[in-house]
T-cell receptor, first 111, second 113 residues
Framework: GDSVTQMEGPVTLSEEAFLTINCTYT??????LFWYVQYPGEGLQLLLK?????DKGSNKGFEATYRKETTSFHLEKGSVQVSDSAVYFC??????????FGTGTSLTVIP | DTAVSQTPKYLVTQMGNDKSIKCEQN?????MYWYKQDSKKFLKIMFS???????INETVPNRFSPKSPDKAHLNLHINSLELGDSAVYFC????????????FGEGSRLTVL
């Protein structure tokens, strides 16, 4: 079945450091891919998405490219801020009703 | 204008009690979900309804009973609460088909003493 494997955390970075959170997926069809962010005490919010191979999703300085050949959707940001401290979830959905989430990666950015 | 709203945000109760969480979405979506998030932030799908019809029913104790009176509402009732039910419960909705991203509520934190 479909699944998402996400880099384990926690991740601690200094402000302005480069961020990569790895995400790989297994899917039988052509899924849509997502990154969600959960700030402390809040629900999950969509950060970015990509719906087909080679699409790049971007938002708030974060980027991820849908790589079909490596079945990956790694999240990157060139310069993190303290306000980026949160838990990040990679997810996919196929044409059905199921939504598959990774286990989440906790990011802490220190000044 | 909250898109997916859950009430209450916090519940603190004793073991053995019964509690309900309500969810409403004003996005015109056709599918709603309940997720449970444990202390390690792992998200577990519990139920999903599409146009009031139950379509996903994961391995969840039958003390948990969802109810969808219409496609904009999905409630969760929990009987005979146990310590292990303590978690944050999230409601979510989406329009199935297309990119169909999930929209989440703010969560309901349940603490069972």
């Amino acid at each position: 079945g479909d699944s998402v494997t996400q880099m384990e955390g926690p991740v601690t970075l200094s402000e302005e450091a480069f961020l990569t959170i790895n995400c790989t997926y297994t899917a039988t069809g052509y899924p849509s891919l997502f990154w969600y962010v959960q700030y402390p005490g809040e629900g999950l919010q969509l950060l970015l998405k990509a719906t087909k191979a080679d699409d790049k999703g971007s938002n708030k300085g974060f980027e991820a490219t849908y790589r079909k050949e490596t079945t990956s959707f790694h999240l990157e940001k060139g310069s993190v801020q303290v306000s980026d401290s949160a838990v990040y979830f990679c997810a996919l959905t196929d044409t059905g009703n199921q939504f598959y989430f990774g286990t989440g990666t906790s990011l802490t950015v220190i000044p | 204008d909250t898109a997916v709203s859950q009430t209450p945000k916090y519940l603190v109760t004793q073991m053995g009690n019964d509690k309900s969480i309500k969810c409403e979405q004003n996005l015109g979506h056709d599918t709603m979900y309940w997720y449970k998030q444990d202390s390690k932030k792992f998200l577990k799908i519990m139920f999903s309804y599409n146009n009031k019809e139950l379509i996903i029913n994961e391995t969840v104790p039958n003390r948990f009973s969802p109810k969808s009176p219409d496609k904009a509402h999905l409630n969760l009732h929990i009987n005979s609460l146990e310590l292990g039910d303590s978690a944050v419960y999230f409601c979510a909705s989406r329009l199935v088909g297309g990119t169909g991203e999930l929209f989440f509520g703010e969560g309901s934190r349940l603490t069972v003493l």
